[in-house]
């Protein structure tokens, strides 16, 4: 269940983060067609796989930042 919210976190990010189609000033997301833009997000992650590890440190401190933050 985690790995399928950090990966729908993963595409979201990608698919409204311009810089990462930094070759072109349109929304090459919503032209790509969809092999095409899964295919281009898997490259990414996995020539960067530390991505993943970082999203899924900050969603686990995400409740304990909530819960400090309630606390005062």
């Known amino acids: ?3 399928i919210l950090i990966l729908g976190g993963i595409v979201a990010w990608f698919a409204i983060d311009r810089g ?3 070759h072109r000033e349109s929304d090459l997301a919503a032209e790509l067609p ?3 833009f899964e295919r281009r997000v898997r490259d ?3 020539e960067h796989p530390e991505v993943i590890m970082d999203m899924a440190n900050r969603l686990e ?3 304990r930042a909530e819960d400090e933050a309630a606390r005062t």
């Open 44 to 46: 990414y992650l996995m």
């Open 61 to 63: 401190a995400r409740p």
């Open 34 to 36: 969809q092999a095409e």
């Open 20 to 22: 990462f189609w930094s």
């Open 1 to 3: 269940m985690l790995a």
